[in-house]
């Protein structure tokens, strides 16, 4: 009787697995990243750059673009171009032109992050031009694409100045309204793919774009750990005040020195001075590695570094400070002053758009102190 019990109950095991799908690597087409252009009709050319894991063909790289009004008719047409179905699991990359925000239909990447098979992690940027254009180019130095933009994003997100830009910030952003989002902006230029800077939102609207060195100042104000390459030009005429000029050991008749220097790290901290005005304090610690400078520096004479260092810091809160003033000239707080200041006063009625109509009108103040470290190469 057992017997008979232990039969049947196998049996009925063997019969339910029959009916799971299942996914054979050689049979899927492996999506690494997907683009969209917003078309006026409010329609979308979707571009997908993925995987073929046939162990017969030598080129495993395959680009697909579809007209669709979804993002579930795109799927639909891809997977009647393509000879296996479409894989999920391992996509990185949601690449949106600047249209997207221009006609309003963010909808479909907020359509994406419900979709279980897309993980959080997925990274999101903006292309300056045709997305379908840098997906399909026929490059020849770059074996897959996708892969390619995965690893540009991923490099400059976690050890250089573009922000991170996650599908789940990117959803959760839009979601609380008080805190816009800043996305990094890439751009094909012949045979190679760069980053060009940040998109600044306000909304689902771009109103403003980030320079490379304006992200790490981002990054730095947000708490993202980055290191940076930064490069300043300082007018000979704004030296006096700091003491820089007499420490320059030659004069080669040019009006102005260029300084290079390593940021090693990095520390920003923001204080809420007035809940009633709005006033903000923002202050940057900098540890930097002087990299080089083009005229010849007596960095051995006393005094000469903490001149460099009066000089730097006042440049750099100069550079902040014009941040500071663009973001809230283009009403795109994307550091996040208005979560700051929610946490900081209880039952505020300032939440939502009635922040976004405060932050423009609020008085935000930068500071950056810096030390030092080491003085490198001379040029």
């Avoid at 279980?116 to 997906?135: K, R, Y």
């Avoid at 403003?208 to 980055?226: C, V």
């Amino acid at each position: 009787m057992k017997g008979l019990r232990f039969i049947s109950v196998f049996v009925i095991l063997l019969l339910l697995s029959g009916c799971l799908k299942t996914n054979v690597l050689e049979r899927l087409s492996i999506l690494v990243a997907i683009g969209y252009d917003a078309k006026e009709d409010n329609t979308f050319k979707v571009t997908a750059a993925l995987m073929e894991s046939q162990p017969d063909v030598k080129d495993m790289n395959r680009t697909v673009s579809v007209d669709a009004a979804t993002s579930k008719g795109a799927r639909r047409k891809m997977n009647e171009m393509l000879p296996h179905e479409i894989a999920n699991g391992q996509l990185r990359v949601i690449l949106l032109d600047r249209n997207i925000f221009r006609l309003k239909m963010l909808n479909e990447v907020d359509v994406l992050s419900r979709d279980p098979a897309f993980g959080d992690m997925v990274m999101v940027a903006i292309v300056d031009g045709s997305v379908q254009d840098l997906l399909t180019y026929p490059y020849k130095n770059k074996s897959n694409i996708g892969v390619t933009v995965n690893s540009l994003l991923d490099h400059n997100m976690k050890w250089n100045w573009g922000p991170l830009m996650t599908l789940h910030e990117f959803t959760h952003s839009r979601d609380i309204h008080t805190k816009e989002l800043a996305i990094p902006m890439m751009k094909r230029e012949g045979e190679e793919i760069a980053l060009k800077g940040v998109a600044l939102l306000h909304g689902d609207h771009i109103v403003g774009e980030a320079t490379p060195r304006e992200g790490y100042f981002l990054k730095t104000m947000k708490g993202e750990k980055t290191s940076f390459l930064y490069e300043t030009v300082i007018k000979k005429s704004a030296m006096q005040a700091s003491g820089m000029a007499q420490f320059l050991a030659m004069n080669d008749g040019k009006d102005e020195v260029k300084v290079v220097f390593h940021v090693i790290q990095s520390k920003g901290t923001i204080k809420l001075l007035d809940s009633q005005n709005i006033k903000f304090d923002v202050n940057l610690h900098i540890d930097m590695d002087i990299q080089e400078i083009s005229e010849r520096y007596s960095f051995e004479k006393t005094g000469a570094v903490e001149a460099l260092k009066r000089q730097l810091s006042k440049e750099l809160t100069a550079h902040l400070q014009q941040f500071l003033d663009k973001l809230r000239k283009v009403n795109s707080d994307c550091v996040g002053f208005g979560e700051k200041y929610r946490s900081l006063v209880p039952h505020t009625k300032l939440e939502n758009e009635k922040w976004r109509e405060a932050f423009p009108k609020s008085s935000i103040q930068g500071r950056v102190d810096i030390d030092i470290i080491r003085t490198g190469t001379i040029e």
